[in-house]
């Protein structure tokens, strides 16, 4: 069987990750997808803008119910920035004969040089680097693993973010509209904005 980790902040959730999910699955690039929230990331020095608690939840609103997702909430068991490696090995002993792989966005391929033990990660997963056109793989991922070049998808936790600080909330293409229903119930990230000329207490 092929199990892949797909880890990340998810900061919150967009319909880009559930889009990347989809894809895995479609293209029987992975049987079983376990996607990862991390407490923060170990090469961003911001806290994440939502709790751990909340983005848990969302991600559990938008991908939970799937078939073949499973949602890792190990990570967030101590509060600390969370270790890729850490989370592969410990989901590679529990799973016993599988094969892995290792989701990786470009962006995160370009500084996979600076994360914890990279060599141990290519020994225990295969990476499998998700991009929305072609990309030049530096070492040590160059020549490594599968690219999936041809993802195109709008949404990112930047845009969203920014949208919903606007007091503009982004509609399903963007945002599942379970995980926009949350974040209005619960007055995340600047939801709702402040009147113009009027600031937040």
Sequence with gaps: MIRA???????PVHAGHVAVVRLLRERR???VVHVAVAWQSPLKADLPGAPAADRLRMVELALGGQRG????????????????????ARL?????????RLVIGADAAADFARWRDPARLLRLAEPLVVARGPVVL?????GRGV?????????SAT????LLAAGRLPGPELLPAAVADYIVARGLYGWPAPPPGKESP
């Excluded at 590679?92 to 892995?100: I, L, Q, T």
Aim: avoid cysteine; hydrophobic fraction near 40%; proline fraction near 11%.
């Design 159 to 162: 845009s969203v973010r920014t």
């Design 29 to 31: 690039l992975a049987e």
């Design 92 to 100: 590679v002993a529990e799973h016993p004969g599988a094969r892995w």
């Design 138 to 142: 530096a070492p040590p991922l160059a």
């Design 5 to 11: 980790l797909y880890g990340g902040t998810f900061d």
């Design 69 to 88: 997702v499973v949602v890792e909430s190990g990570e967030l068991a101590q509060p600390r920035p969370s270790f890729t490696v850490e989370t592969l």
């Design 147 to 155: 690219v999936v070049g041809d993802f195109d998808h709008p949404a």
